[in-house]
């Protein structure tokens, strides 16, 4: 089971979790979680006016050992708006656009889409249950 919970923070707004939302599912060979704008796709959305979110921008994908793995989706423009990192204790990793990252098993951790322009920020808090 991977289970995730998304909270949008702009610049007055940080410890607030009002606009907090979750999603899980199970640790299925192919399961598959989006977070973005596009509420077609995604299963976590972000406001529609923050366009340095895509459409969309991170997929959690179950591989068929059960593991999940975190892919920054590239989007429509060459350079992204966004910086994407992983956050598990107290190691921070940078998230490549276009790259791919295994999830710990059995862990938690965060990853945040920080906007290149202004103090907002997208903070997904994961656990991956074993």
Known sequence: MLELTMA?????DEGATAGMTMADAPSAPG?????GRDASQCRLVTPEDWLFVSRVHLEFRCGPDGGWQLTWVR???PDPSSEVRLVVGEYAQPLAYGGTVALPRGGSGEIVIQDRT?????????????
């Open 75 to 77: 989007g429509s423009q």
């Open 31 to 35: 399961a598959v979680l989006r977070v």
């Open 118 to 130: 202004g103090p907002r920020s997208v903070n997904v808090g994961f656990y991956h249950e074993v």
């Open 8 to 12: 949008s923070v702009s610049a007055g």
